[in-house]
């Protein structure tokens, strides 16, 4: 099934193909990237930003804050906003990454906790049968 463009999927599935190609890309060029696409015009910066974030972090690349905030100041419809928004706007992506991580550390410690669970079944069952 072909996936509709003017989506954050859409944008979230060309966004993966280009960190496939070369994962070291910086956070200002993969967002200079995604703006360039028509098909993604509808996207506001802010949310292009957030979505590249949320995106790194899911493929377990490593965003410092440095990076994020030299990102956020080359892009110009955010680069106008006060101190206090700038600053405001940091933290929740940062927010966003922690959650991220967070979120798959559940995740991974579910699926560790599930083989555990299926390794000791089994192993009951078979002392139960032996």
């Known amino acids: 099934m072909k996936t509709p463009a003017q989506t954050p999927k859409y944008a979230q599935i060309m966004l993966i193909k280009l960190l496939k190609n070369n ?12 703006r360039s696409y028509k098909r993604l015009s509808c ?13 790194m972090a899911k493929l377990g690349i490593k965003i410092n804050k ?7 100041n080359k892009i110009d419809e955010l680069k106008q906003n006060t101190k206090e928004e700038k ?5 929740q992506l940062l927010s966003s990454i ?9 995740c991974r410690n579910m699926e560790d906790k599930r083989k555990v669970n299926k390794i000791i079944i089994k192993s009951s069952s078979e002392t139960i049968y032996a």
Do not use: M, W
Request: hydrophobic share 45%; net charge positive.
């Open 23 to 34: 994962s070291s890309l910086s956070i200002s060029r993969l967002f200079r990237r995604l």
């Open 98 to 106: 922690k959650f991220v991580e967070n979120h798959l550390l559940t």
């Open 87 to 91: 600053h405001d706007d940091i933290q």
């Open 66 to 72: 440095s990076r994020l905030l030299y990102a956020y």
């Open 43 to 55: 996207f506001g910066d802010f949310q292009i930003l957030h979505l590249i974030i949320s995106t």
